[in-house]
Structure formats: C-alpha cells, structure tokens
C-alpha cells in the first residue's frame, strides 16, 4: 500500500500545453509539499500545505497552481508549460511540520513525475 | 540559503568508510539526511535537532553542531547498497521558514565490490 503516491509518473509534452500531477497521501499527515527536482539533481521547495492551507511559495510562477482539496490531497496544474519546466517533480508529506521554522517532521516523497517539455 | 555539502563524489569500495559534510551559514534548528538512489525517490535517513546530538542508525550515523552549523554524516563499513545520493536537508528558526527544509546539493557516493 504506497504511502505517498503521485500520477502520471511521466508527463511528455508540447510547450504551451497546460498539465496536472495529481497526489495523494495515505499516512494521515497534516502537511504536503511539492518539490523540483532538476536536471542537476537540486531538489527545491515549490510549496507546501498544512491542513489544506497554503503556507510555503517559493517565489515559484504563478503559471504553477497548487491545490489541496483536503489534507490528503495535493495537486499541482501548470499552465502554458516551458522548456525549463521539464524536471521531477516530487510530492512529500510530513506530520508535525512544527512550530515556525521548527521542522522536525520526516518527509515522505512520492516517487516523482517526469516532466518533459519539447 | 542552500547548505553546501562536501565533497561532491566519494568513490569507496566494499568495506571502507565515508564521511559528507553539510554547512550551514545561518543558524540551524534541524538537519535532516536523505538517500536517493537513481531513478528513486529521497528516503529518509535521521533527523538531528538543535542540541548537538549525534544519531545512529545501523552502520550510519550523524553529528549535529549547532556552534559550527554543520552536520557529519558518517557511514561505515560501507557496503554496495550505500551507493546513492545523499542529501541534508536544513531547516531554520524563524515564522517565514515553518516547515520548510532547503536541500544542499547532493553527494554522489558510488560504492564497489
């Protein structure tokens, strides 16, 4: 029973296409993430929900629209897609993202959708 | 502020140890240490909190210090599963960074029979 889980694993595209990852957690987390991961290995925070609240934007285009339909959902819809959109992108959920800055919450990552972008 | 890890790469083989380093130059409340193998997903290694602590796990193990802001990671007796790309991940005080972690770069650490 996967823990947390994302579709499609791959995503092949043209630029200027709109597309979505959907994500879902099963472990009862109050708090998800969305990461990049690019070609270079870099792993960088997009976003992150609480208890389907927004908390973390990372200065991230606002091409790119998150939405948590409830605590156990994450889903990420990109508009007019770019060449420099291609990348993994990982969901993560965490329990106990603590008080501010305190994050003491062990992050569980989907296993990642592959965006490419022609 | 991403904490630079070092070195990039380690080659070992069968049987040596390791050690990567994560440094920070804000002051840290946690580091946490991940595993990525190619093609996988990060896997959660330990998480070490404000305080100093050292933590084991098996043959791996870390060191947190708060003064230095860096953390060690110290995998011994490295056997082939080791190989991957390890990750710290920082987090930091203070009510714009809640629950946020910035990754370092990775190491490479390649490990042969």
């Known amino acids: 029973d996967t823990a947390v889980s994302q579709t499609p694993k791959y995503l092949v595209t043209q630029m200027g296409n709109d597309k979505s990852i959907k994500c879902e957690q099963n472990l009862g987390h109050d708090t998800m993430y969305w990461y990049k991961q690019d070609s270079k290995k870099f792993l960088k925070i997009m976003f992150s929900?609480?208890?389907?609240?927004?908390?973390i934007n990372e200065t991230v285009p606002n091409r790119f629209s998150p939405k948590s339909p409830d605590k156990a959902h994450l889903n990420l819809h990109i508009n007019s897609l770019e060449l420099g959109d291609s990348a993994v992108y990982f969901c993560?959920?965490?329990?106990?993202?603590?008080?501010?800055?305190?994050?003491?919450?062990?992050?569980?990552f989907g296993e990642g959708s592959r965006l490419t972008v022609l | 502020q991403q904490p630079v890890q070092s070195p990039q790469a380690v080659i070992l083989r069968e049987g040596e140890d390791a050690v990567i380093n994560c440094s920070s130059s804000?002051?840290?409340?946690?580091v946490h240490w991940y595993r990525q193998k190619h093609g996988e997903a990060p896997v959660f290694l330990m998480i070490?909190?404000?305080?100093?602590e050292q933590k084991g796990h098996e043959k791996i193990s870390a060191s947190f210090n708060e003064k230095k802001q860096q953390s060690s990671l110290y995998l011994t007796a490295s056997q082939l599963s080791y190989s991957g790309t390890y990750f710290c991940?920082?987090?930091?005080?203070?009510?714009?960074?809640?629950?946020?972690?910035?990754f370092g770069q990775g190491t490479i650490l390649t490990v042969h029979p």
């Open positions: 929900y609480n208890n389907k609240e927004l908390i």
């Open positions: 804000k002051a840290l409340y946690s």
């Open positions: 993560a959920s965490s329990q106990g993202a603590g008080l501010a800055g305190k994050n003491t919450g062990e992050l569980f």
């Open positions: 070490l909190l404000k305080g100093g």
């Open positions: 991940g920082t987090g930091y005080a203070g009510g714009t960074s809640y629950g946020k972690l910035t």
